[in-house]
C-alpha cells in the first residue's frame, strides 16, 4: 500500500513537472477574434484608402549560406548592435530591434503573411504598396489557467475563458538603397478592466506596448526566414546602447519634438512611433524625411476618448479623417519632427499638438 502510495505520488510530481515545462516552451498561442467579431479600428485612426507612392522593388535573390558571424554595421546605425545569420540580420537599438534581409521586398511579402496565419492571425490589413501589414485583434491563450477544470473539459468550455487582454501586431516592410529589405515589427494591446466601481460593466483600455513581444515575433519570424532556433534566440538577445529621450518644444510657435540624433535613428525612430500608436500610414518617403498620416481630431462636444477611445464600435467617425505630414529634418546629431497639413505648411493647431505628444511620449 505504501509503495503504491509512493508511486501515485511520483506520478503526480512527473504530472505537475511536465505540465510546467510545457508552460515554459510555449508561452505564445495566439488566436484571433472569430469571424464576425472582429475588433474595429478607433475612429480617432481612420484606415482609407492608400496611395501608391511606395513601390515594391522587383527583382530575384538567392538563399545565402546559414552560418554564424558579426555583421558590418551599415552607415548611419553606429549606434546599434548587429548579428548576422546567412542573409538575415538582427539590429538593436535600446528596446528596439527589427531585422535587415537581404532579400527584395515583393520575395519577402508572402512568406510574412504566411508567418502571421501560421501563429494563430488573421489579416485586417495587407497593403503591399505601402509594406505595411496588420493582423486583427487576438488573444495569447497561453495566458489562460491551466486548472482541473479546464484541462479536464478542454475544448468543450474553452470558449468561456477569456485573458482579458488582446493584441494586435503591425510589420512594416521598407526597402534599403542596396536592395536589401528593414522589417518591423510593433504591438499594440488593449486590457479589459471594469468601467464602474459597482463592477456591473466593463471596458478596453489601451495597455503599453510589450518590447518583449516584438522581440520574440521577430525572432520567430527569423526562423521562419532560415535561421536556426538556437541561432535566432543567442542573436536577439544581443545587448546594445540605449537610445536618447525625446522632449516635446515649441518652435516658430509650432509644437516640434527634439531628438539628440542623426536622421537614420530618428527615421526609425518615428516610424515605430507611428506604428505603436496606431496612426494610419499613408506613404512615407525616406528621402523628404516625410511620413504621411491620417488622423480624426476628437469630437469636442464629447469626453475625449483618446486615440484607442471606442474600440469596439463600428460606427462611423463623426468627423472626417485629415492629411497630415510628419517631418523628420536633421542637422548632424540633432533632429526636429514636426507636423505639417496636407497642403505641406506648418500645422499650429490643437490636432498638431495632440500628435507631436503622443510621438514624444512614445519616444520617452
Known amino acids: ?67 554564424a558571424g558579426q555583421a558590418a554595421q551599415p552607415s548611419g546605425t553606429a549606434n546599434a548592435a548587429a548579428l548576422q545569420l546567412g542573409d538575415v540580420r538582427i539590429e538593436r537599438d535600446g528596446n528596439q530591434r527589427w531585422l535587415v534581409v537581404n532579400r527584395p521586398a515583393d520575395k519577402l511579402w508572402e512568406p510574412v503573411r504566411d508567418f502571421w496565419q501560421e501563429n494563430g492571425f488573421n489579416l485586417a490589413q495587407a497593403e503591399s504598396n505601402v509594406g505595411i501589414m496588420e493582423t486583427d485583434w487576438a488573444e495569447n491563450r497561453a495566458k489562460l489557467p491551466q486548472d482541473f477544470i479546464r484541462s479536464t473539459l478542454g475544448k468543450m468550455l474553452d470558449s468561456l475563458y477569456s485573458t482579458g487582454e488582446r493584441d494586435k501586431f503591425r510589420t512594416r516592410l521598407e526597402r534599403n538603397a542596396n536592395g536589401s529589405t528593414e522589417v518591423y515589427i510593433t504591438h499594440r494591446g488593449m486590457i479589459e478592466v471594469y468601467g464602474t466601481t459597482t463592477k456591473d460593466n466593463t471596458v478596453w483600455q489601451p495597455r503599453p506596448s510589450d518590447p518583449e513581444l516584438e522581440t520574440e ?43 539628440d540624433e542623426g536622421f537614420d535613428r530618428a527615421w526609425r525612430r518615428v516610424g515605430l512611433a507611428l506604428d505603436r500608436t496606431g496612426f494610419t500610414v499613408e506613404d512615407r518617403n525616406r528621402n523628404e524625411g516625410t511620413y504621411f498620416v491620417r488622423y480624426v481630431a476628437p469630437n469636442a462636444d464629447k469626453k475625449d476618448p483618446g486615440f484607442f477611445g471606442k474600440l469596439f464600435s463600428s460606427s462611423s467617425a463623426a468627423t472626417p479623417p485629415l492629411k497630415y505630414r510628419i517631418v523628420v529634418r536633421s542637422q548632424g546629431e540633432s ?13 499650429t493647431s490643437a490636432n498638431a499638438e495632440r500628435i507631436v505628444r503622443v510621438i514624444t511620449d512614445d519616444l520617452k
Open 217 to 259: 515575433f521577430l525572432r520567430r519570424l527569423m526562423v521562419k526566414l532560415g535561421v536556426s532556433q538556437e541561432q535566432s534566440r543567442a542573436i536577439a538577445a544581443t545587448p546594445a546602447p540605449r537610445t536618447q529621450a525625446a522632449r516635446m518644444a515649441t518652435v516658430n510657435n509650432q509644437p516640434v519634438v527634439q531628438l
Open 1 to 67: 500500500m505504501k509503495a503504491a502510495t509512493t508511486r501515485l505520488s511520483l506520478l503526480a510530481l512527473a504530472m505537475a513537472l511536465s505540465a510546467c515545462a510545457a508552460l515554459e516552451g510555449d508561452k505564445i498561442d495566439y488566436k484571433s477574434a472569430a469571424k464576425g467579431s472582429t475588433l474595429e479600428v478607433p475612429p480617432d485612426l481612420t484606415q482609407l484608402s492608400r496611395e501608391s507612392r511606395y513601390a515594391v522593388p522587383g527583382g530575384t535573390v538567392s538563399a545565402a549560406a546559414l552560418q
Open 335 to 347: 533632429t526636429t519632427v514636426s507636423v505639417l497639413n496636407e497642403a505641406g505648411a506648418p500645422d
